[in-house]
């Protein structure tokens, strides 16, 4: 119920295999395991929607939009850590481990209004879920995809544009991420 000590450190958090809300994992901090709070996970349980102040911007009526957003990434950390800002901004969220499994959300029909995916996975990368996704004969090829990268280059941006992604959002703005989703959106 208070802050102990605040120390700024780089820590490999290791996800745990149990699901705890609240909870990202463990890390060894300054020679002592700790437990990895999801600040998210709590700001949206304690402030709802109140928390992100522009959240009316972001949604149509202010609570769930009805729309689903398959957010894609490897990183356990990255997933648990955008599912609550997202899921707070109204949107419904499923997520895939890989650009493979997406696919197979995708190809099975899932009802998926956006998809938001990293650049670097293994195995199949998030251009190639892109191009993927944009070649595919069904209607649902036009569901807009909104890349999201710790690269922004130009030439980053450009080869984005080329596998058929409709933004391009640096991986740790969270305010970009939302407005992007926000505008795709308004079209």
């Avoid at 996800?15 to 020679?31: N, P, Q, R, V, W």
């Avoid at 009316?56 to 609570?63: C, I, M």
């Avoid at 990183?75 to 997202?86: C, D, H, Q, R």
């Avoid at 933004?167 to 926000?182: G, M, N, P, Q, T």
């Amino acid at each position: 119920d208070e802050i102990v000590d605040i120390v700024e450190e780089y820590v490999d958090v290791q996800i745990s295999s149990e699901s705890h809300k609240g909870l990202l994992g463990s890390a060894i901090i300054e020679g002592e395991a700790m437990d990895v709070i999801d600040v998210g996970f709590f700001i949206s349980q304690a402030y709802s929607n109140e928390w992100y102040g522009k959240t009316q911007s972001y949604t149509s009526s202010g609570g769930d939009t009805g729309r689903t957003v398959l957010l894609v990434d490897d990183s356990p950390f990255f997933l648990n850590m955008l599912t609550p800002i997202l899921g707070a901004a109204g949107y419904n969220v499923i997520s895939a481990n890989s650009a493979k499994k997406a696919l197979e959300m995708h190809k099975q029909g899932k009802k998926i209004n956006l998809i938001v995916s990293d650049i670097e996975m293994p195995d199949m990368n998030g251009y190639e879920l892109a191009k993927a996704i944009k070649d595919d004969d069904c209607t649902c090829k036009d569901i807009p995809i909104i890349a999201l990268s710790s690269h922004a280059t130009p030439q980053d941006l450009q080869e984005g544009r080329d596998a058929g992604f409709t933004d391009y959002v640096a991986k740790f703005d969270r305010e970009a991420l939302l407005r992007a989703i926000s505008q795709i959106g308004d079209r």
